[in-house]
């Protein structure tokens, strides 16, 4: 029997720091296992080939230049699929801390004297500008979630993300909840998917996933007040990965 081509699959970056791509050479014998069923043509962290002709682009990073815009633009043109690959892809991340201020103001703070020269707009997901196919969240991203992306890609299914919260995985877990240990925790409010990867090593949920869809806001004030804290001191924590997931949540809350 003919065996069928295998994909070929380019990964991209825009504004980021590469983490992501680095959980693809993390995966060790699994990434091997995968260039058997899709062949990479296009991996800048790990090898020299830089081919154009794809099927699957798996794009890391936020839009925030004009050139970036034209940039994905021209990738969603040539990509059958295109994958947005972790939190600066899915939801702006860490880039969208930006966003809090007026972009000559963070330009003016970053820059300085040189601020007019620097090219740059507010950060954007991916989907903000083009049609995104499928969706792995995480900083970085959750290597058992990439994989059940992967084989629902190949398989030509959907991947339905979880809609539910990170507190839903973190009690199947058994762990002991962070705000018994006086922390704030993201749990209540963030999409599950990461089998709370952060609460079972020791450390709380910094809400890196993004907003469950229907983020159960009266809950959480619950539990602050519970704990004797406010609403600021979850807040700011929102500003660490998705600014306007923060201002949602302020919407929620009001
Ligand atoms: S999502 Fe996290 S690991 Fe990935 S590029 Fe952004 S900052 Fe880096
Ligand atoms: S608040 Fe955080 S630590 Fe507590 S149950 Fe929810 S996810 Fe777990
Ligand atoms: S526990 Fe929270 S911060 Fe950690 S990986 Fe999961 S969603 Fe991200």
Same mark, same amino acid.
């Given at each position: 029997?003919?065996? &069928?081509?295998?994909?070929?699959?380019?990964?991209?970056?825009? $504004? %980021?720091?590469?983490?992501?791509?680095? #959980?693809?050479?993390?995966?060790?014998? $699994?990434?091997?296992?995968? $260039?058997?069923?899709?062949?990479?043509?296009?991996?800048?962290?790990?090898?020299?080939?830089?081919? #154009?002709?794809?099927?699957?682009?798996?794009?890391?990073?936020?839009?925030?230049?004009?050139?970036?815009?034209?940039?994905?633009?021209?990738?969603?043109?040539?990509?059958?699929?295109?994958?947005?690959?972790?939190?600066?892809?899915?939801?702006?991340?860490?880039?969208?801390?930006?966003?809090?201020?007026?972009?000559?103001?963070?330009?003016?703070?970053?820059?300085? %004297?040189?601020? /007019?020269?620097?090219?740059?707009?507010?950060?954007?997901?991916? %989907?903000?500008?083009?049609?995104?196919?499928?969706?792995?969240?995480?900083?970085?991203?959750?290597?058992?979630?990439?994989?059940?992306?992967?084989?629902?890609?190949?398989?030509?299914?959907?991947?339905?993300?979880?809609?539910?919260?990170?507190?839903?995985?973190?009690?199947?877990?058994?762990?002991?909840?962070?705000?018994?240990?006086?922390? !704030?925790?993201?749990?209540?409010?963030?999409?599950?998917?990461? /089998?709370?990867?952060?609460?079972?090593?020791?450390?709380?949920?910094?809400?890196? &996933?993004?907003?469950?869809?229907?983020?159960?806001? /009266?809950? *959480?004030?619950?539990?602050?007040?519970?704990?004797?804290?406010?609403? !600021? %001191?979850?807040? #700011? *924590?929102?500003?660490?990965?998705?600014?306007?997931?923060?201002?949602?949540?302020?919407?929620?809350?009001?």
């Amino acid at each position: 029997m003919k065996k &069928r081509p295998r994909p070929k699959v380019a990964f991209f970056d825009f $504004t %980021d720091c590469e983490g992501c791509q680095l #959980q693809f050479a993390n995966m060790g014998r $699994t990434f091997l296992e995968l $260039t058997k069923l899709v062949k990479i043509v296009n991996f800048r962290e790990i090898m020299s080939e830089r081919g #154009q002709d794809y099927d699957i682009a798996i794009v890391e990073g936020s839009i925030s230049t004009d050139n970036d815009i034209k940039r994905i633009k021209e990738i969603r043109e040539k990509a059958k699929i295109l994958v947005a690959f972790g939190s600066c892809a899915t939801i702006a991340g860490v880039n969208a801390i930006k966003n809090r201020s007026p972009l000559e103001v963070a330009k003016k703070t970053v820059y300085g %004297d040189k601020a /007019n020269t620097i090219n740059t707009i507010n950060a954007m997901p991916l %989907d903000k500008v083009v049609k995104v196919d499928y969706y792995i969240l995480n900083c970085p991203p959750y290597i058992p979630e990439i994989i059940a992306v992967l084989k629902s890609i190949l398989m030509g299914k959907p991947y339905p993300l979880p809609n539910y919260a990170v507190c839903v995985e973190c009690k199947m877990n058994e762990n002991v909840c962070r705000y018994e240990k006086d922390e !704030e925790c993201m749990g209540p409010v963030t999409r599950a998917g990461c /089998n709370s990867w952060c609460i079972n090593n020791g450390n709380r949920c910094y809400g890196c &996933r993004g907003l469950v869809e229907n983020p159960a806001a /009266n809950g *959480h004030k619950e539990i602050l007040l519970k704990y004797g804290l406010k609403l !600021e %001191d979850i807040l #700011q *924590h929102f500003t660490l990965y998705n600014d306007s997931a923060g201002e949602k949540y302020d919407k929620e809350f009001k």
